[in-house]
């Protein structure tokens, strides 16, 4: 590989979780966080095995890695705020309050998923808890996010969206579009680059005319950019924390920069052989559960029965989604026709 | 009964929908101050302001997806794409996103969104400004799409898709906007009804926008000659009204299709399937398609009069029917 490597062009420029106690979150809070990633984690542990058995089809992305992106930013949110992402959903989907069954079933293509089996990992979408979908075309769904926000202007109900995207959908026209068209309109919207380094297999670095300085971006528009490291929840979780309050006090679009790094391949079919190893090592010791369980163990002095305690928790909720997706029945022949137009 | 033009009747359809529905709202290229690129919406901006009228920047993609978020999220955007060639600026957000949402989010999410844009060739405007590209959104699952020919159905149809829970591309005609026509006060026109535009028993026409007055144009001058002609204005493309297509060519056995667009590939082989398949036994003639030439639409008039069909072309097309069928 030509260059710097993805180690060394993407630094970002935190201090270390483990130096001290947050001011914003408790101990509690905490706990709560990472039952949240660890339960994240257990999802993407278990789709894969469920891939490989031959119960989740097509395409697989998991999020492993990225976690902490999805549970410091959403956990900022009210629970009619709406969030929107992209196809690596599984996460977000789960924080937003998407029950782990109906999601796994959805993998499984049955007819309990949250979309009656019809949309699958890359379209998780659950219209009660304003989780307002995965989207699969690159870019596609930022537009759609600027209309959530737009409508929520025009009702005026003070409602955030929280819009989600991978560092490849910098390059869609759609990005520059609603940058634009959400800072005319002073739509109340958040853009949250997850920076994982790679769109596909295409190094962000190769690719980005500024990949150094991606939350910049944003400033030919006139909105204000910020970076932060997608792997401290706790970081992610402060700078969310400003600009939902600004967002929702009128103050308009915002745009993050979370840099991050997929800790598998692109999906499940990509061996993800582009990257040299020492990449990946450097990410791997930057865990974001590794990291956070380090805080809770050395600076709060939680028990590691406690810390055992989450993970058996989240394995047997998952284990238990599983079980259902698996019990579940595929959809009736007669869904075929359903819900292409409404009656 | 109100005389009216294909303008006026739009904008009547546009001012109702505002007037009744506090969800309605308008997006798209110069609809404020400038009123519209056809002028259909000349005082809105003043009279409902930029809440309602939303005057887009040149971002076809954003403001379609725009359009789709905010009718997920209960409004009832009516999108304006100044002209159809554009759309292909926002094919995605339509094809993989208006019309999917309902299907994809197992009937959570619904796209209550009218995209109203312009087709059509003869303006002088060039092969990219010049396209018919109806038919092939009417290809879409998901989509509806509407291709008035007259005031009244523009009128009718329009006050139709303002209730529908799906998405419809509203299609107007580029050279149909100053034609005049009488519209009942209280027209409404369901989606897959085709009209019956002139009664007849030898052969029937079937067309939609424009290409219906030519083939209204040409059965009065075939009436001439002795040959009575059935035109049937499809008016919509999805919904398709088979039966009475069907109907039509089991009484008349013989069947011409005349649309705007290059025939390759054709919304008329749709058409032209589905008669020779409903209606084989019935038939005293193939079915004829009267279409574009396959060929960019050229700027220079003579040559732009060559590439689209006209209705010489389809007296033309009828007479040999005739003279292959005795």
Known sequence: ?343 | MTEMTYREAICLGLTEALDEDPRVYLMGEDIGPYGGAFAVTQGFWEKYGSRRIKDSPLSESAFVGAGIGSAMAGLRPIVEIMTINFSLLAIDQIVNHAAKVRYMSGNQFSVPMIVRTVTGAGASVAATHSQSFEGWYASVPGLHVVVPSTPEDALGLFRTCREMADPVMFVEHILLYGYKGEVSDSIKIPLGKADIKKEGKDVTIISYSKMVHNALEAAGKLAEEGIDVEVIDLRTLRPLDVETIVNSVKKTHRAIVVEETTKFGGFAGEVVSIVQQEAFDYLDSPVYRVAGEDVPIPYSMPLEKLAIPDTDRVVAAVKNIFKKSV
Not at chain 1, 276 to 292: G, M, Q, R, S, T
Request: glycine share 10%; net charge negative.
């Open chain 1, 1 to 343: 590989m030509a260059g710097k490597t993805n180690t060394q062009n993407s630094k970002p420029k935190s201090k270390k979780m483990t130096s001290s106690k947050p001011d914003s979150l408790n101990e509690e809070q905490l706990l709560e966080f990472y039952g949240q990633m660890v339960l994240i984690r257990e999802f993407e542990k278990e789709s894969e095995r469920q891939y490989t058995r031959g119960n989740v089809k097509g395409f697989l992305h998991v999020y492993s890695g990225e976690e902490a992106i999805a549970v410091g930013a959403i956990n900022n949110l009210k629970k009619e705020d709406y969030v929107v992402t992209h196809y690596r959903d599984h996460g977000q989907a789960l924080v937003k309050g998407i029950d782990p069954k109906q999601a796994m079933a959805e993998l499984f293509g049955k007819s309990t998923g949250c979309s009656k089996g019809k949309g699958g990992s890359m379209h998780l979408i659950d219209a009660e808890k304003g989780f307002m979908g995965g989207y699969a075309i690159v870019g596609g769904h930022l537009p759609i996010a600027v209309g959530f926000a737009l409508a929520n202007q025009y009702k005026d109900e003070n409602r955030v969206t929280l819009c989600f995207m991978g560092d490849g959908a910098l390059n869609e026209g759609e990005f520059h579009e609603c940058m634009n068209l959400s800072k005319i309109w002073n739509l109340p919207i958040i853009f949250l680059c997850e920076n994982n380094l790679y769109g596909m297999g295409a190094p962000a670095k190769d690719h980005l005319a500024t990949p150094d300085k991606i939350y910049k971006m944003s400033e030919a528009y006139d909105i204000p950019g910020f970076r932060v490291d997608g792997n401290n929840v706790v970081e992610v979780y402060d700078l969310m924390k400003g600009l939902t309050e600004k967002v929702r006090n009128g103050e308009g679009p915002q745009f993050v920069e979370a840099q991050t790094y997929r800790i598998q391949g692109h999906s499940i079919a990509d061996p993800a052989k582009y990257r040299p190893d020492e990449e990946v090592e450097y990410w791997k010791k930057k865990d974001p559960i590794i990291a956070l369980k380090s805080l809770l163990i050395d600076k709060y002095n939680v028990p590691n029965d406690t810390i055992e305690q989450i993970h058996v928790s989240a394995e047997q909720e998952i284990i238990d989604a599983a079980d259902f997706a698996e019990q579940s029945p595929f959809p009736e022949d007669k869904e075929l026709f359903s819900d292409v137009y409404g009656v």
